[in-house]
């Protein structure tokens, strides 16, 4: 099973993505203002990857990084 990456929901509670989840699928969820210049075929971990190692593992920072969340 591929790794997983964490989230918070609003209520606190975490949620995980697995890494092998499409760019697109995310977009679909949280809007294309996640990752529009990255192929919607990209998986989340190859995108966290791309963004940078400032990253842990969390889908959380992937939507700070692209304004999505606070």
């Known amino acids: 099973m591929p790794p997983l990456t964490r ?3 609003e ?3 975490e949620r995980r993505k697995r890494n092998d989840t499409l760019v ?3 977009q679909d969820e949280y809007g294309e203002r996640l990752a529009p210049q990255f ?3 990209m998986e989340l971990g190859t995108l966290e990857e791309r963004i940078g190692p400032s990253l842990e593992d969390s889908l959380d920072d992937v939507l ?3 304004g999505i969340r606070e």
């Open 7 to 9: 989230e918070r929901s």
């Open 24 to 26: 697109g699928t995310l």
């Open 39 to 41: 192929s919607i075929r």
């Open 64 to 66: 700070r990084h692209f």
């Open 11 to 13: 209520s606190g509670r």
